[in-house]
């Protein structure tokens, strides 16, 4: 019996060579091989991308009462990509009161993935 093999390519980001990197797997979504990559930076990105891509979520919360009527925020780290409109939801549900300084938390823990909510500009 012949394995299925499904193929994927990426674009890797990781340095500006951009290389185009193929990820093979078998039909139970194994990797089985890794192509096109000029370091091993680009073979982790692909291998990253192809199992459970993450990304990092910049957007902004509403400011009460000041002259700016949106904050800049990021997360800290990265999040499961499938997971970023959820976060975003929760994101969204925040109103900012009070001074901020860039750097300072706006929400702990965001959705229990590890990684925090922060201002990314002077809010003050």
Request: hydrophobic share 40%; aromatic share 4%.
């Amino acid at each position: 019996m012949l394995e299925n093999i499904s193929e994927q390519k990426f674009t890797c980001i990781m340095c500006p060579l951009g290389c185009e990197v193929t990820v093979k797997s078998d039909d139970a979504r194994n990797i089985t091989q890794v192509t096109g990559n000029q370091c091993k930076k680009g073979e982790a990105y692909a291998r990253e991308e192809f199992v459970a891509p993450k990304r990092m979520l910049t957007t902004t919360v509403a400011v009460v009462g000041a002259y700016m009527g949106r904050l800049p925020v990021r997360t800290t780290g990265l999040i499961p990509k499938d997971r970023q409109i959820e976060c975003a939801r929760e994101i969204s549900k925040v109103k900012i009161s009070k001074l901020v300084k860039s750097g300072n938390v706006i929400i702990k823990d965001l959705l229990g993935l590890g990684v925090d909510v922060v201002a990314t500009r002077d809010l003050g």
